[in-house]
Structures are given as structure tokens and as C-alpha cells.
């Protein structure tokens, strides 16, 4: 699991400009999942070679007339509960407010690595400013400027090496283990359904200590194969959680969700499909996990309500991006359909570590193609050469061509849709990337990792590089003595 970070600080002392800054830095840059256009205040990043999930928890308020002492108080608790780190960030313009004094006496209490960022130090001038956070009896603060970048990188390696250790999590996963994440609301039965399908079951193996936090796994053994429940604290051994700051909770969906091979989002059904449903799909779906809808306390649905068909109609409507995720109506209470559930999963998880064959994947293709061939880009025909399967978990495509960004959004679905039915992965989310063929294919991926091959691929590599520059420079040469020239003819 990533750890979290979560900036935290009253309104307006930068969280949003500092998150922007933290995650768009080149280093720290994590390929955005492609599709995604929610406005989001989480985001993956890398910072030497670490990697870690980064929540802006001002981005969860509903907007500054919300903005309570209390509830600015409530969050800052929230995140120290369910951060790994927390940056506080004060105002360094502003300067000391009574409001940071009742945080930083919160954050002084908690057990959690908390790091002091002093926003908005430009110059030599502002740093007169600081002297008065010492006030908060903090004996380190990081003077930085989200809005140009200063200080970041002391910051950054500081955060990063103060991260827990993660390693006895790492141990070797069992390709016949699926874990399984619970995401929803709060309130909407996830503790009954875990109770139901792991608390009650006489097989169940293990129940140990979580090796990170408090987080807790639990496995079973169901027909054959092993499922492990990722919970992230709080979903078993939850506190009083009130409607304001469940907004707040989601950090601990998105650590559980982030390591997942199939997510099980449950949704109240005496409800409805609400915003916060489909924001928690959101998360799903930019995990690249397998997913599954369960309408739950459908014992509690009217009976004149009881039409599946709505229910699903409306889902659909509003998580297209999950078009692939079955759905199903349970009662976590009743135990109607929930026996239902592993089986359903383990049908998702092998399509989602399906691996295609080669061939078959590249006549799926050349069919797509026959049948209905891609416009021209600029009066060019848009080729396509050669696609092949790079991973699984899910499975990702990569499909060669002499022009990637002219490929069309309807037509990547088009072709997307065509592996789906022919390779019969419908519940699955797939990844289908296009690639400039240069010259020739690079079969690296399927040439096995033996330390021969390593080492020739290195100097492929290292020549490469070396071609590549030896053409720049011919090419800068050249275009200078074309200026030259140009110049001379005048
Ligand atoms: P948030 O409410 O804590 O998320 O704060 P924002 O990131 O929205 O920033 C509030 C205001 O402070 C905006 O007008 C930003 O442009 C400004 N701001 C943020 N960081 C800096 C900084 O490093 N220097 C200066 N001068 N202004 C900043
Ligand atoms: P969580 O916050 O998502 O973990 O939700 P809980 O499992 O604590 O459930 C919240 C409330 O909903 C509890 O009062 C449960 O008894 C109730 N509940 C959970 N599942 C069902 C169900 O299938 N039917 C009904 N009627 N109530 C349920």
C-alpha cells in the first residue's frame, strides 16, 4: 500500500496551489489514467523512487461557508487518524492565526509524522515572518512557495524518508489470492457484508494484526482459491462517523482500493445511487481495478420500489466509466444473494489476469480494422501493425501504429469493445494504449529476464541514447548552416 499524505490548514494558505505543485513536479509525475476528468483532490506521486497517494482535505469541503472552527478542527483529526503524513500548511503572509494554534496543538499530540510548511516565502523579506511560528513551540518549519516552486525539493526528500515501512507488507502475493476491497459510504452495510462473508464462516484462516497501522486482512478459502479482504482500518472497527466529515473518509477507500485486485462498491439501496457513489466509483475506476456494484438492504427496498431494472438503468446512467462492473441486489442482513458474491468475483479477477494469445489478439485486430477502417488523418491512412498484451491486473494493450495520436476516441471504444467480445472480457476494465512504431518492434517485453539479456538490452539502450544524440547534433549543424545561409543570401 501507498502511504497517504494529506494537506491540511485552514482555508486559503495554499493547500490546492502546494497539491498541484507536489504532483505536477516533473519527478514526482505518475501518468494520469487516461479518460478521467472529474476535478479530483487526490492524487498518485513518486518522489525518489517512493511512491505515495497525496490528498488535498480541503478540496473535500463543501465550499468556505462551511467553514466552521469546529469542523476545520474535525478534519485536521480526521486526517491524522487516516494519514500516514500530514503537511500542515500555515500562511507565511498572513502570519500566525488563533485558529493554527488549536491545530498545531492537535497535531503535537498525535503519534504522526507531521511536517510544518511555512506558504508564501518568496524572498528575503518574508522570511522576518517566520520567527513568529515559533510561537506554536514547532521547532522545524519548512519555509516554501507552492506558488514558485522554493523549497520543495528539501521538503520532499525529508516527507519521503520519513515514510513507514511498508516492506512487511510486500509479502510475495499468491497469484491464487484475489483480494478483495469493500468501498462505500459510510452507513451503507459494509461491516455487516464483511461480517457476513468472512466473520461467519467456520473456514475462516486467518485474522491477523495489520502489519501497517491498524489495518486489519482477513482470508478465506472458498471453493478452491483464497480471498483476502484489504480492510483499511475503520470499516470493522469504525468510530462515530457523522454526515459532515464522511467526505473525510473516503482517504481510507482510496488506500484500500489502491491495492485491490477487485472492488466491491456497495451502495444503499433504500437510498439510491448517490453523488458520493459515484465519486467512490471514480476512485475504482482510476485504480484500474476489477469492480462490482452491490445495491445493498434491498430487504428494506418497498416492494413497489422493487424494480432491479430502474436501479441498474440509473446506475449505468451515471458510472459509464464502470460499464464494465457487474451489479447484483443483496441484503447483507438477510444473506440474500451474498453467497453469490465469490463466485462472481473470481469470475471478474480471471478475466482481469487474462492473458491474451498473441495471434488472437492481432486478428481481432486486423478484423476490427477490415471491417470498418479508421478515417484518414490528413489524408493519410492511419496503419495499424502490430498490438500485443504487456501486463495483466488488467490487462494492458499496446497496439503499434504509425500514427498513436490520430486514433479516435470512438475508435480505440470501437476496437476496445471488439477484444472485449471476442476475447470474452466483459467485466474487466482493459487498458489500450497506442504507440508510434519506429522502425522496428520492440519485443523487449517478451524476451525472458535473464541477467544476459538485461545487460544486452542495457547496451541497446545505452546505444540508442548515443544514436540519438549523434542525430541531434547533425540535426542542430545542419540547421544552423541553413540559417547561415539563409542569412547570406539577404
Ligand atoms: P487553499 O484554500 O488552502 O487550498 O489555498 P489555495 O491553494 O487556493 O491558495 C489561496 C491563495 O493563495 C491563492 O490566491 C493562491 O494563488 C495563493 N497562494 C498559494 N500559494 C502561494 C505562494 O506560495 N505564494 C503566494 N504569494 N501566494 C500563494
Ligand atoms: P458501514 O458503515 O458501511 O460499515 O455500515 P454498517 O454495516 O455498520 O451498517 C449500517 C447500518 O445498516 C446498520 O444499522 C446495519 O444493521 C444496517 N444494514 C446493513 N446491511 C443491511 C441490510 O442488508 N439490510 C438492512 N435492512 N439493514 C442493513
Given at each position: 500500500m501507498k502511504p497517504v499524505v494529506a494537506l491540511v490548514g485552514r482555508?486559503?494558505?495554499?493547500k490546492s496551489t502546494l497539491f498541484n505543485r507536489i504532483t505536477r513536479t516533473r519527478q514526482a509525475l505518475v501518468d494520469d489514467f487516461p479518460g478521467v476528468t472529474r476535478d479530483r483532490h487526490y492524487a498518485d506521486a513518486v518522489w525518489n523512487e517512493k511512491e505515495f497517494t497525496l490528498v488535498d482535505?480541503?478540496?473535500?469541503?463543501?465550499?468556505?461557508?462551511?467553514?466552521f472552527a469546529a469542523e476545520i478542527r474535525q478534519h485536521v483529526e480526521i486526517a491524522v487518524n487516516e494519514a500516514d503524513i500530514v503537511l500542515f500548511v500555515l500562511d507565511g503572509r498572513a502570519g500566525v492565526s488563533p485558529f493554527d494554534r488549536d491545530l498545531s496543538d492537535i497535531l503535537r499530540r498525535s503519534q504522526k509524522p507531521v511536517f510544518y510548511l511555512i506558504n508564501k516565502i518568496e524572498n528575503a523579506s518574508q522570511?522576518?515572518?517566520?520567527?513568529?511560528?515559533y510561537s506554536l513551540g514547532i521547532d522545524k518549519f519548512y519555509p516554501v512557495s507552492a506558488e514558485h516552486g522554493l523549497g520543495m525539493d528539501e521538503l520532499l526528500d525529508e516527507m519521503t524518508a520519513a515514510f513507514?515501512?511498508?516492506?512487511?507488507?510486500?509479502?510475495?502475493?499468491?497469484?491464487?489470492e484475489i483480494c478483495i476491497a469493500v468501498a462505500g459510504r459510510?452507513?451503507?452495510?459494509k461491516s455487516s457484508l464483511i461480517n457476513k462473508l468472512f466473520g461467519?464462516?467456520?473456514?475462516?484462516?486467518s485474522e491477523q494484526a495489520?502489519?501497517?497501522?491498524d489495518s486489519v486482512s482477513l482470508t478465506i478459502e472458498y471453493g478452491g482459491r483464497r480471498f483476502k479482504l484489504i480492510d483499511?482500518?475503520?470499516?470493522?472497527?469504525?468510530?462515530?462517523?457523522?454526515e459532515k466529515i464522511e467526505?473525510?473518509?473516503i482517504m481510507k477507500s482510496l488506500q484500500s482500493l489502491d491495492a485491490c485486485d477487485v472492488a466491491l462498491i456497495l451502495i444503499d439501496a433504500s437510498e439510491g445511487v448517490t453523488d458520493q457513489d459515484i465519486t467512490i466509483a471514480g476512485y475504482a475506476q482510476d485504480r484500474g481495478c476489477g469492480a462490482m456494484f452491490l445495491f445493498n438492504k434491498w430487504d428494506i427496498v418497498d416492494s413497489d420500489e422493487k424494480d432491479q431494472k430502474k436501479f441498474m438503468d440509473e446506475l449505468r446512467m451515471q458510472s459509464k466509466f464502470l460499464s464494465f462492473a457487474p451489479a447484483m441486489t443483496i441484503s447483507a442482513r438477510t444473506?440474500?444473494?451474498?453467497?453469490k458474491i465469490f463466485d462472481m468475483v473470481e469470475s471478474i479477477y480471471n478475466e482481469y489476469s487474462h492473458r491474451i494469445n498473441t495471434g488472437l489478439l492481432n486478428r481481432i485486430i486486423e478484423d476490427a480494422v477490415f471491417r470498418s477502417e479508421p478515417p484518414l488523418h490528413k489524408g493519410k491512412r492511419l496503419k495499424f501493425y502490430y498490438a500485443t498484451?504487456?501486463?495483466?491486473?488488467?490487462p494492458t494493450i499496446v497496439c503499434f501504429v504509425?500514427?498513436?495520436?490520430?486514433?479516435h476516441f470512438s475508435y480505440k471504444r470501437y476496437l476496445l469493445n471488439q477484444i472485449r467480445e471476442v476475447a470474452e472480457l466483459e467485466k474487466t476494465p482493459i487498458n489500450l494504449y497506442f504507440r508510434e512504431r519506429t522502425g522496428?518492434?520492440?519485443f523487449s517485453d517478451r524476451i525472458p529476464d535473464t541477467p544476459a539479456n538485461k545487460r544486452y538490452a542495457e547496451k541497446k539502450k545505452r546505444k540508442s541514447v548515443k544514436r540519438k544524440k549523434e542525430r541531434e547534433i547533425q540535426q542542430e549543424r545542419k540547421k544552423a548552416r541553413e540559417t547561415k545561409d539563409s542569412q547570406n543570401s539577404f
Open positions: 482555508p486559503n494558505v495554499g482535505t480541503g478540496g473535500f469541503l463543501l465550499s468556505d461557508d462551511d467553514l522570511h522576518h515572518n517566520i520567527p513568529e511560528f513507514p515501512d511498508y516492506e512487511l507488507d510486500n509479502t510475495p502475493v499468491d497469484d491464487k459510510p452507513n451503507v452495510g461467519e464462516q467456520r473456514l475462516m484462516v495489520g502489519t501497517t497501522r483499511t482500518a475503520g470499516i470493522r472497527r469504525k468510530g462515530k462517523v457523522t467526505k473525510y473518509s444473506g440474500l444473494r451474498t453467497h498484451q504487456v501486463s495483466v491486473k488488467p504509425n500514427y498513436p495520436d490520430a486514433v522496428k518492434i520492440d
